[in-house]
T-cell receptor, first 111, second 114 residues
Framework: EDQVTQSPEALRLQEGESSSLNCSYT??????LFWYRQDPGKGPEFLFTLYSAGEEKEKERLKATLTKKESFLHITAPKPEDSATYLCAVTLSYNTDKLIFGTGTRLQVFP | NAGVTQTPKFQVLKTGQSMTLQCAQDMNHNSMYWYRQDPGMGLRLIYYSASEGTTDKGEVPNGYNVSRLNKREFSLRLESAAPSQTSVYFC?????????????FGPGTRLTVT
């Protein structure tokens, strides 16, 4: 069964304390991996797409990387405004119509 | 550009009542999607429309119907609401699926069925 697992479920960081969020996947064929940010009471907001192992994308304090089994979202020197739930999703090579989402990592950054 | 808009924002229904959730996008996207989000379950696909004139079932289609009214609009109908359909519903759109494109989400509809 195709599956996406995110860890940890929740993460509390002090402002400036860098860390990483993990998204591991077991799928029969990966076509693309997506990272989204979701603020409370709002819809997910697109961050990155990664298509092949070794690929990296950066945006401000966020950097996403991809291997053959997992993806990491690195957060460097986070600020309180980075607090949100981060969602990972994959689309499959044999069915690119759909996204399969993980349950997310809830990040809280304290001043 | 408004992006993806959804109406209503909140709704309370009694068991057995029906309602339609509306979604519209102004980005000229080909594909549209309906998801539900429940605590601990993540986002689950209900139905999607890869292009105008087509609709397909997702992971959890039972109890729902959809209509792709035109390229801009994609509605979700609950014919006879049940408490298990209490959830937050998100509509999304994307340019296309080949190659897979990022999806843009609406603000959500919070539905409670009593």
């Amino acid at each position: 069964e195709d599956q996406v697992t995110q860890s940890p479920e929740a993460l509390r960081l002090q402002e400036g304390e860098s860390s990483s969020l993990n998204c591991s996947y077991t799928v029969s064929g990966l076509r693309g991996l997506f990272w989204y940010r979701q603020d409370p009471g709002k819809g997910p907001e697109f961050l990155f797409t990664l298509y092949s192992a070794g690929e990296e994308k950066e945006k401000e304090r966020l950097k996403a990387t991809l291997t053959k089994k997992e993806s990491f979202l690195h957060i460097t020197a986070p600020k309180p405004e980075d607090s949100a739930t981060y969602l990972c999703a994959v689309t499959l090579s044999y069915n690119t119509d759909k996204l399969i989402f993980g349950t997310g990592t809830r990040l809280q950054v304290f001043p | 550009n408004a992006g993806v808009t959804q109406t209503p924002k909140f709704q309370v229904l009694k068991t057995g009542q029906s309602m339609t959730l509306q979604c519209a996008q102004d980005m000229n996207h080909n594909s549209m999607y309906w998801y539900r989000q429940d605590p601990g379950m993540g986002l689950r696909l209900i139905y999607y429309s890869a292009s105008e004139g087509t609709t397909d079932k997702g992971e959890v289609p039972n109890g729902y119907n959809v209509s792709r009214l035109n390229k801009r609009e994609f509605s979700l109908r609950l014919e006879s609401a049940a408490p298990s359909q209490t959830s937050v519903y998100f509509c999304a759109s994307s340019r296309g699926t080949r190659p897979p494109d990022e999806q843009y989400f609406g603000p959500g509809t919070r539905l409670t069925v009593t």
